[in-house]
């Protein structure tokens, strides 16, 4: 199935200074994603040989600093090639909750976040009612992660082996099902690099007061 076409909903657009007739991206700012965030996601869907600046519809830099990114027109200034990454997303579904590994899976991001990690509210006497345990890097995708080795980045291994390490705690989010069909849908995240800041990526998400 490819890709859901966003493109409509977007209030921000990305352009080469030196071609602004050609949109090289796009995203819905919502509040909490800052000017350095939004350089940050230029450096994985662009690359560079060289800097770069960016600067709004006024021709005024944008600093990479901490300030609320405003939605509108944004330039990219370089004297290198911009060159669009070939990468595309890995398209989540929601795995089904049963099988022997899954449980354990379960069972291990429920002990260890002890409700819903968005918003800390707590699963009351160990009643679990609409929380689901969502896998951060798809189920699905199994194969991809073993080719490219992503095992070694877990520390954690699940209770057995043969469960795969991609049923690791470690890449294990507590949610309810509305927060986890948006995180699937990439509606909403988890910025590691960041403070671990949660931030969404369209209007859907905000209303129901997630804090970013």
């Known amino acids: 199935m490819p890709p859901v076409d966003r493109s409509a909903m977007r209030n921000t657009f990305i352009y080469a200074s030196d071609n602004p007739g050609i949109v ?10 800052t000017n350095a965030n939004f350089h940050s996601m230029l ?12 600067r709004d519809h006024n021709e005024q830099l944008i600093e990479r600093d901490e300030n609320q990114l405003q939605p509108g027109n944004y330039y990219i200034a370089t004297d290198s090639s911009i060159t669009l990454t070939e990468e595309v997303p890995l398209l989540h579904t929601i795995s089904e909750q049963s099988g022997t590994c899954t449980a354990s ?5 429920r002990a260890r976040d002890g409700g819903y990690v968005i918003t800390g509210r707590p699963a009351l006497l160990g009643r679990w009612e609409g929380l689901e345990a969502a896998h951060i890097f798809p189920l699905s995708y199994e194969e991809h992660w073993n080719a490219h080795n992503y095992s070694s980045l877990i520390t954690f291994p699940p209770a057995q082996e043969s469960y795969g390490s991609i049923n690791s705690v470690q890449n294990g989010l507590l949610l309810d099902r509305t927060m986890h069909g948006f995180f699937d849908s990439y509606l909403l995240a988890i910025n590691p690099s960041d403070n671990d800041k949660i931030v969404c990526f369209g209007p ?3 209303f129901f007061n997630i804090p970013t």
Do not use: K, N
């Open 24 to 33: 090289l991206g796009g995203l819905w700012v919502t509040p909490g994603i």
């Open 43 to 54: 450096e994985i869907f662009c690359l560079f040989s060289d800097t770069f600046e960016l």
């Open 105 to 109: 899976f379960r069972d291990a991001v």
């Open 204 to 206: 859907e998400p905000l």
